[in-house]
């Protein structure tokens, strides 16, 4: 019997200016095998950022276009713009058999716990509100404005953590990375993912005859 794989959902949430795409760009690099669901969303595209690799950038009325067709899986409204998650390519990643990583807001993994309940769901917390400021000045994509309302959200948003599977601190990177990969690694060897592994290694029984 072929050994057989399914693609598990690991979702990560986190106030804005967190970590958390400094930590999935490191897991990505680290594991080829995990596909990135690329968003949609109504934001300008960042200096750096190219449509189609961070986010597909669309107009207002686009997205409500593929709100209407059910093509969403889950969508949110975040600090002033639209943003979802495409169904059909993530379904396809899924039946190839690959691992899908989810960046999306507090909001819209609440919706997808609804959607996909066995995707492993991990909340990535700033160790202080004044570690998080920090990063977000130095990051220095926000205005002054922007910045107090990322703040103001945080702390709704970090009520909603004991809602997740795993709550990881991003206080010092590199243990958080560590605590983040040993979450994907424990994920990845659940027995609903590998349903052929043991028929597998017993055909090598029958193999010796
Ligand atoms: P997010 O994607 O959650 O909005 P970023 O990954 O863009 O956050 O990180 C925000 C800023 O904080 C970046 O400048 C990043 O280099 C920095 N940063 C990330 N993790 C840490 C950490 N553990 N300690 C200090 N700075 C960090
Ligand atoms: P940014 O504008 O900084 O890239 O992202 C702002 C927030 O939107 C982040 O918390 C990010 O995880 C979230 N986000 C990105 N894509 C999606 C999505 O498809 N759905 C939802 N609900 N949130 C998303």
Not at 29 to 53: D, K, M, Q, W
Not at 78 to 92: F, K, M, N, S
Not at 186 to 193: F, G, I, P, T, V
Request: aromatic residues 10%; hydrophobic residues 40%.
């Amino acid at each position: 019997m072929p050994e057989m794989r399914l693609g598990l959902l690991l979702v990560i949430s986190a106030p804005s200016g967190t970590g958390k795409s400094t930590l999935i760009r490191r897991l990505c690099a680290e594991f080829p095998r995990l596909a990135f669901s690329i968003s949609y969303t109504t934001r300008a595209p960042r200096a750096e950022e190219v449509n189609g690799r961070e986010y597909y950038f669309i107009s207002e009325q686009e997205f409500t276009g593929l709100r209407e067709q059910n093509i969403l899986a889950e969508w949110a409204e975040v600090h002033g713009h639209h943003y979802g998650t495409p169904r059909p390519a993530v379904l396809d990643m899924l039946a190839q058999g690959r691992d899908v990583l989810f960046d999306i807001d507090i909001q819209g993994a609440r919706q997808l716990q609804k959607v996909f309940a066995h995707g492993a769901f991990v909340f990535l917390l700033p160790p202080s509100k004044h570690a998080l400021e920090q990063r977000l000045q130095r990051r220095g994509t926000e205005d002054r404005e922007t910045l107090a309302r990322r703040l103001g959200n945080a702390r709704k948003e970090i009520e909603q953590a004991v809602f997740f599977d795993f709550q990881i601190v991003n206080d010092d990177l590199e243990q958080a990375y560590h605590e983040l990969r040993a979450v994907y690694l424990a994920e990845s060897l659940r027995s609903r993912c590998n349903p052929t592994l043991a028929e597998t290694i017993l055909a090598t029984w029958d193999e010796d005859g």
